[in-house]
C-alpha cells in the first residue's frame, strides 16, 4: 500500500511539474507572438478609469484655480518623458506624449485649442502652431539686383515627442462640506513644445503651447489607465498614467492662479521673486484646510 501511494505521489509530482511548464510557454499566435515575456500581459488592457464620485454644487464651500508646470527634466519626473522612442522600446513602454499625440491621431480623445476647452482642435491643426511660430522675409530682386518685394515663408517644422520637456495642468482645489476636506480635481492638461531656432549664429529656444486635453473627460482617462509609466523598484507595478494623475504622483510648481487680473505670476515677478510668490500660492491653499479648524 505505501509503494502505491508513494508511486501515486511522484507521479503527481511529476504531472504538475509539466504542467507548469506547459503554462510557462508561450504559445506562437501568429501576429501576436512576444517572446521577449515569460508571461502574457494583458491585465491593463481591459482596464477602465474609475469615474470620480458625484459632487453637488452646495456641497462646495471654497473653491480655487491653480495652473502648475511639470517639468520632465526633473529627475522625479523622467518617467514621463521616456523613453523617447517607443519603437526602440523592448519593455513595451510608451511616454505620456506618445500616448496622448496616439489617441488624438486615431479620434480616441478630443484637444482643445486653450484651457477653456471651447475651440476644437485636430491633432494637425494643434501642431500647425509650430508652422507660424518662425517664418522668414524672402526678398525678391529684379535684374538690376535692386528688391523690388518679397513674401514671408513660414518655417514649418515636424512635431517631435522629445521636444516636449513639459506640461501644463489646470486644477481646481476645493472644500467638500460633506466631510469637510480640502480636495483637488485636475481639469485639463496642455502640451508645451520646446522650439527652437538658430538666428544670428545663436541658437533661441523657448515654450509653446500647442493644445490641452480634458482630464475629466472618460475618454481621456481610459486612455491614460491603459498605459503604464516605469517604476523604478518594480517593473511589474501597475501605475498608469490615470493613477499617477490622481495619486499626484509628480513634482510641480505653480505658474499662476486664478487672480481679479487674470494673469500669470511671470507677468509681474521675475527671478527669485517669482519663485517665492509660487510657494506663497502653494501656502496659502494648504493652509486653507488648517485654518477652518482654528475656531
Not at 494583458?42 to 452646495?58: I, N
Not at 485639463?188 to 482630464?215: A, H, K, Q, T
Not at 494623475?245 to 521673486?273: K, P, Q
Request: net charge negative.
Amino acid at each position: 500500500m505505501k509503494k502505491v501511494l508513494f508511486c501515486l505521489g511522484l507521479f503527481l509530482m511529476f504531472a504538475g511539474i509539466g504542467g507548469t511548464q506547459a503554462q510557462n510557454i508561450i504559445e506562437s499566435d501568429e501576429g501576436e507572438s512576444n517572446f521577449n515575456d515569460f508571461y502574457k500581459k494583458d491585465q491593463v488592457q481591459g482596464r477602465e478609469a474609475m469615474p470620480y464620485a458625484f459632487l453637488r454644487e452646495s456641497d462646495v464651500v471654497w473653491e480655487h484655480l491653480v495652473w502648475r508646470t511639470i517639468d520632465f527634466r526633473e529627475k522625479f519626473n523622467q518617467f514621463f518623458y521616456f523613453p523617447t522612442d517607443p519603437d526602440n522600446d523592448n519593455q513595451g513602454r510608451v511616454n505620456l506624449v506618445n500616448v496622448i499625440k496616439k489617441a488624438l491621431e486615431n479620434g480616441e480623445i478630443v484637444a482643445y485649442r486653450t484651457d477653456d476647452m471651447k475651440e476644437e482642435v485636430t491633432f494637425e491643426q494643434a501642431i500647425g502652431t509650430l508652422a507660424r511660430v518662425d517664418s522668414t522675409w524672402v526678398a525678391e530682386y529684379d535684374e538690376y539686383g535692386d528688391e523690388i518685394g518679397g513674401k514671408w515663408v513660414e518655417n514649418r517644422q515636424q512635431f517631435e515627442p522629445s521636444e516636449v520637456y513639459s506640461v501644463r495642468i489646470k486644477e481646481a482645489w476645493y472644500i467638500d462640506k460633506q466631510d469637510t476636506r480640502q480636495k483637488v480635481r485636475i481639469l485639463s492638461l496642455g502640451i508645451v513644445y520646446n522650439f527652437c531656432r538658430d538666428r544670428d549664429g545663436e541658437r533661441n529656444c523657448y515654450d509653446v503651447p500647442l493644445f490641452w486635453v480634458p482630464m475629466n473627460d472618460m475618454r481621456v482617462r481610459n486612455v491614460l489607465v491603459k498605459n503604464l509609466a516605469y517604476d523604478e523598484r518594480n517593473s511589474h507595478a501597475e501605475r498608469s498614467y490615470d493613477d499617477i494623475f490622481i495619486d499626484r504622483y509628480f513634482d510641480s510648481y505653480c505658474y499662476r492662479e486664478s487672480n481679479v487680473m487674470n494673469r500669470e505670476i511671470s507677468a509681474y515677478l521675475t527671478g527669485t521673486d517669482a519663485i517665492i510668490e509660487s510657494q506663497r500660492i502653494e501656502d496659502e491653499i494648504w493652509d486653507i484646510e488648517s485654518d477652518m479648524w482654528e475656531y
